[in-house]
Each structure stands twice: as C-alpha cells, then as structure tokens.
C-alpha cells in the first residue's frame, strides 16, 4: 500500500505514456493533459432518434468510443502538437453535440449506419461509419478514415502515396487507420 500511495503522490515526477506521447511530469500536471482529452459518454435527453429514442444508454458505447477517437484525431490535426486554443477545442467538440444536423452527432452516426436506432455496433462498423461521415463532411482535405481488417501493406491501398506532393508528416497526420 505504501508503494501505491508513493506512486500517486502528486508532487513526483514520474515517466507517464498516454495516447502515444511520453511524459516525464507530475501526477498533478498530467491531469491537466488528461483534461484535454475528449470524453463523449452515455447521454439522455438528446432530440429523439427514430421517434422516441432519447438515450443512448445501453447500445451507445461503440458509438462514443468512436466519437472520441474522432475528436482526438481532430484535436491533433487543428492542433498540430500543440495545445488547442478554447475557440478551436469549441469548434471541435461542437460538432459531436446531439443535435440532428451536428455533423458528428449520434443521430448521424445511427443514420450512417442504416442500422435500426439502438443496434449495437461492432468496432469495426463504428469505424466505417466515421469513415464514411468523414468523407461527407468537408474534412476530405484533412483526415482520411480507414478501416483494415487483416494484415496489409499500407503502401498498397495508397494511403501514404497519395502523399507524394506533400511531407510525411502532414500526410502522417491526415491518415486515421483502424486495424
């Protein structure tokens, strides 16, 4: 017990991994960094879905996982390794608001997959669902979706040769796979 509590003692500094970046900090200033992450959890009270549907309570998780894993992937675009400023996290995260017409809403999401409102979804369909919301959004020029199930050659489905008039890292950045 008293190696944990050294552990999470807030003024050590300590090495930390989170979301593929390494930090050597303190507990108190990886909270902060925590903070910026986007949470997009279980909601009621949304305009309905398919009539009467006001929760997603019960088959909404893959769904928010994906909204999650969307607006991370946003935030570090418009960021470019930087912190957001307060308008542009806004920006971002409005577009996930539950409203019908947010492009990233969990209504278009049940739209996208043209699956009956409060179907569970598999990863992999959340995942094609971003892919195909994300194509239709105006965000062609910035993010690319892609689904892989399997093993694969990046180089052969052209994500990255597609990038050829541009660096690495820009073409790095634009490309969100899931495997």
Same mark, same amino acid.
């Given at each position: 017990?008293?190696?944990?509590?050294?552990?999470?003692?807030?003024? &050590?500094?300590?090495? !930390?991994?989170? +979301?593929?970046?390494? !930090?050597?900090?303190?507990?108190?200033? @990886?909270?902060?960094? =925590?903070?910026?992450?986007?949470? @997009?959890?279980?909601?009621?009270?949304? $305009?309905? *879905? #398919?009539?009467?549907?006001?929760?997603?309570?019960?088959?909404?998780?893959? !769904?928010?996982?994906?909204?999650?894993?969307?607006?991370?992937? +946003?935030?570090? =675009?418009?960021?470019? #390794?930087?912190?957001?400023?307060?308008? &542009?996290?806004?920006? *971002?995260?409005?577009?996930?608001?539950?409203?019908?017409?947010? $492009?990233?809403?969990?209504?278009?999401?049940?739209?996208?997959?043209?699956?009956?409102?409060?179907?569970?979804?598999?990863?992999?369909?959340?995942?094609?669902? @971003?892919?195909?919301?994300?194509?239709?959004?105006? +965000?062609?020029?910035?993010?690319?979706?892609?689904? =892989?199930?399997?093993?694969?050659? $990046?180089?052969?489905?052209? *994500? @990255?040769?597609?990038?050829?008039?541009?660096?690495?890292?820009?073409?790095?950045?634009?490309?969100?796979?899931? =495997?």
């Amino acid at each position: 017990m008293d190696s944990l509590m050294s552990w999470l003692r807030e003024d &050590v500094v300590k090495d !930390y991994s989170l +979301l593929g970046h390494q !930090y050597t900090t303190t507990l108190n200033s @990886l909270v902060d960094v =925590i903070a910026q992450i986007p949470h @997009l959890t279980y909601r009621k009270g949304f $305009p309905p *879905i #398919g009539g009467d549907v006001s929760s997603d309570s019960g088959w909404g998780c893959t !769904y928010r996982a994906a909204q999650m894993a969307l607006a991370e992937a +946003l935030q570090r =675009i418009h960021g470019h #390794g930087q912190a957001l400023s307060a308008p &542009v996290r806004q920006h *971002i995260l409005a577009m996930f608001f539950d409203e019908p017409k947010r $492009p990233y809403s969990i209504h278009k999401m049940v739209q996208a997959t043209r699956r009956p409102v409060g179907t569970w979804l598999t990863p992999a369909q959340a995942a094609h669902t @971003l892919g195909e919301l994300t194509a239709h959004r105006g +965000l062609g020029a910035e993010l690319r979706v892609r689904v =892989i199930t399997g093993l694969f050659d $990046p180089w052969d489905l052209g *994500i @990255l040769t597609r990038c050829s008039n541009e660096s690495f890292e820009r073409c790095h950045r634009m490309v969100f796979v899931f =495997i």
